[in-house]
């Protein structure tokens, strides 16, 4: 309980971090729905999808290797040699990979976007791409430091700076999606200032080791070729949608993909909070039974949240956006479990991270892009948006279960599997009824769905012996007495 109650509290903090990132994205929805068509939409969507895979060759996934390497030094002279050896390289790749795209903007955004106007977006992004290492590195070094507040900080004050700038430059000044994309670039800048300022003295050329930055490229080399199939899985049905459909099509997904997407405002503070966490306490007596403790108190908090937004998701359209969108609704709880499973995945792979091997998730991620695109042209032509959404949650899935498997074989760890399979299974059987169940959009309707959602998972809570009545209890008796002591 002790470290559950530490591990709460340190994502409680980072959690605010990704709350403040996915309320940008949330935030501007209804700006977005309300001033561009779908078609406009799905190009916003498909430049994205293609500034993501361009930062996938950028960061080689050394992120992940600076992590493993920063907590193997005990010293900060040897810590501060990872974090310079680590910017130098990203900075020299992100603006090879920059000059590449600005030279080949013309034809990618014929093949991809189908639309002249792609051209400039894609050379803006691409600019972008040097201006956005330093906010990673920033980043990833304050949640190093476990320094949670200062994360918070650093990703509140860019965050707000983007909703001003994108405000101004799409409703103020009406240059509509270049604006987008220039309020992306001129945040990205502000990042790089603030970062730098942060990390004077840890990335001084000086400092950067050859010999140790092939090491931590012999380490995360494998996990770009997962970052590469990860994008496959994250994206592609995007792509698949735009071949097989239509940009309309790709910019309804999107809008449903951004309100699956609020689930992460729960799951990115787990994540971000996680690896830091479980790599300091792996040598602890304990770490074993709080790894098992964690997996399923996460499912099931997170399932609730995965199916709140399934059965929601009617009703929050109604408000966020115009009745174009409506039928983004359709897609949201099958991409709400796909994000379900990505959270699942960073505790699946605690055991290999352990014994410092990176191929079980590299070969699962691998295995989940070929399904998430062979499923993708299989369901797509048949059910449109939610053949999409289909093939991503099960690609998805796909990949804590690999993990998850080979981890026991490596770092043997007591998880309650059947507990964890029987939490899932009834959160996809809400999110596919929510598709296929039509509820009046009222107060009487709201009401059922939330008796179905207590009902649910308050039984699952109580008859997987997750949460028993010792444990009511003691927190009741936890809050009478703090209760009592306010009132004194």
Request: contains cysteine.
């Amino acid at each position: 309980m002790r470290r559950l109650r530490e591990l709460a509290g340190e994502t409680l903090v980072y959690g605010i971090s990704p709350i403040i990132s996915r309320f940008v994205s949330l935030f501007l929805v209804p700006v977005y729905t309300r001033l561009f068509t779908p078609e406009d939409y799905g190009v916003f969507s498909l430049v994205n999808g293609t500034f993501y895979i361009a930062a996938i060759f950028v960061v080689l996934a050394l992120d992940s290797a600076a992590h493993r390497w920063f907590w193997e030094f005990d010293d900060e002279p040897r810590r501060k040699q990872v974090i310079a050896s680590w910017v130098w390289c990203q900075l020299a790749t992100s603006t090879l990979v920059a000059f590449v795209i600005i030279a080949a903007a013309s034809p990618l955004s014929h093949t991809i976007i189908g639309r002249s106007d792609g051209t400039g977006y894609l050379r803006l992004i691409a600019i972008a791409l040097p201006l956005n290492i330093l906010s990673g590195v920033t980043t990833n070094w304050l949640r190093m430091q476990r320094r949670a507040w200062a994360t918070t900080a650093y990703a509140l004050g860019t965050s707000l700076f983007q909703i001003a700038v994108t405000l101004l430059l799409v409703v103020k000044m009406e240059i509509g999606l270049r604006g987008v994309f220039v309020g992306q670039l001129l945040t990205f800048a502000l990042a790089t200032v603030v970062g730098a300022r942060l990390l004077r003295g840890w990335m001084s050329y000086r400092l950067v080791r050859l010999p140790l930055l092939r090491d931590m490229l012999r380490f995360s080399l494998p996990l770009t070729a997962a970052s590469l199939a990860m994008w496959v899985v994250n994206f592609s049905d995007r792509y698949i949608l735009q071949l097989l459909g239509s940009t309309a099509d790709v910019g309804l997904y999107s809008v449903g993909v951004s309100l699956a997407g609020g689930l992460a405002l729960l799951t990115q503070g787990f994540q971000m909070a996680w690896g830091p966490f479980s790599m300091s306490i792996k040598d602890a007596a304990d770490a074993k039974p709080t790894y098992a403790s964690v997996f399923l108190v996460y499912l099931l908090g997170g399932s609730a949240a995965a199916a709140a937004l399934a059965l929601f998701a009617p009703e929050v359209f109604l408000l966020l956006t115009t009745p174009a969108y409506s039928r983004s609704a359709e897609v949201v709880g099958l991409l709400s479990v796909s994000y379900l499973m990505i959270g699942l995945t960073y505790i699946a792979n605690t055991g290999p991270l352990i014994v410092k091997t990176t191929t079980p998730t590299g070969v699962a991620i691998v295995l989940a892009a070929v399904m998430n695109v062979a499923l993708g042209f299989l369901l797509v032509p048949r059910l449109g948006m939610i053949g999409a959404a289909t093939a991503t949650m099960v690609a998805q899935a796909l990949t804590p279960i690999y993990v998850f498997y080979r981890s026991q074989t490596l770092y043997p760890i007591p998880y309650r599997f059947g507990a964890g399979a029987c939490i899932v299974g009834c959160t996809i059987v809400l999110a596919v009824g929510a598709t296929r169940v039509s509820v009046p959009l009222s107060v009487v309707g709201a009401l059922a769905k939330l008796a179905v959602l207590v009902g649910v998972y308050g039984a699952l809570a109580f008859g997987l012996q997750i949460v028993t009545p010792a444990h009511v209890r003691r927190v009741a008796r936890v809050l009478g007495a703090r209760a009592g002591s306010v009132g004194a």
